[in-house]
C-alpha cells in the first residue's frame, strides 16, 4: 500500500486515566491494539513510551505514545531521531473531527487542520509525513469542540471496530 519505509508509528493522545477511551485518544487506542496483537510490552524513557514490534514479514517498527499531552506531541522527535528514524520513516495515528465516526483513512503530508498534536509534530519535522486519520465525526455545535474531542466513546464497540480497521491498514502500510 505504501512505497515508504515505515519504521515508526506515533499515536496521538493524552496519558493518564482520565483520558481512557476519549475520541482524542484513538491514536494510543489504536497502538495499544497493535502492542496486544503483537504480544509486545511498553517501555518508558523520558517523554514518551515505547514497543517494538516484528511485522511477519521479519520488519522492526516501533509504537511511540508520546507522555507530553496532547499540544506537544511532537518532543518525541528527537528519540526517533537518535534512532535514526526520519520523517520519510514515519506514520501517524490521529483523530479526524473531518472524517464520520469510524471511518479510517490514510492521508500523505499536509496540514494540521487545527489539530495540535499534529501542529506540535509539523513545528519539529514539517508537514510531509504519512498519517492514518480515525474518524471521530464533529459536534452540532463548532464552540464544543474541545470539550467532544476530551469525551469518552458513546459506543465503545464501535471505537474497539475502528481500532481494528485502522490496525488492518497498518499492517498493510508497514508490510
Known amino acids: 500500500m505504501s512505497t515508504k519505509n515505515i519504521k515508526a508509528i506515533i499515536g496521538l493522545g493524552n496519558p493518564g486515566v482520565r483520558f481512557v477511551n ?27 513510551e515505547y514497543a517494538e514490534i516484528e511485522t511477519d514479514t521479519g520488519k522492526n517498527v516501533l509504537l511511540i505514545k508520546p507522555l ?15 534512532k535514526n528514524i526520519n520523517v520519510d520513516n514515519l506514520l501517524v495515528v490521529h483523530d479526524e473531527l473531518e472524517s464520520s465516526l469510524g471511518k479510517v483513512s490514510i492521508k500523505e503530508g499536509g496540514s494540521a ?12 519535522i514539517g508537514p510531509d509525513f504519512e498519517r492514518v486519520r480515525c474518524g471521530i465525526g464533529r459536534p452540532e455545535q463548532p464552540e464544543m469542540v474541545a470539550d467532544y474531542v476530551l469525551e469518552r466513546f458513546l459506543d465503545i464497540a464501535q471505537a474497539d471496530e475502528m481500532v481494528q480497521m485502522a490496525i488492518g491498514v497498518i499492517e498493510k502500510i508497514i508490510a
Open 22 to 48: 476519549t475520541r482524542h485518544n484513538i491514536g494510543f487506542m489504536v497502538l495499544d491494539g497493535l502492542a496486544d496483537k503483537y504480544n509486545v510490552s511498553w517501555q518508558t524513557k523520558g517523554n514518551l
Open 68 to 82: 507530553t499531552y496532547m499540544n506537544d506531541s511532537g518532543k518525541v522527535i528527537p528519540f526517533l531521531k537518535s
Open 113 to 124: 487542520r487545527g489539530h495540535n498534536g499534529l501542529r506540535s509534530i509539523i513545528e519539529f
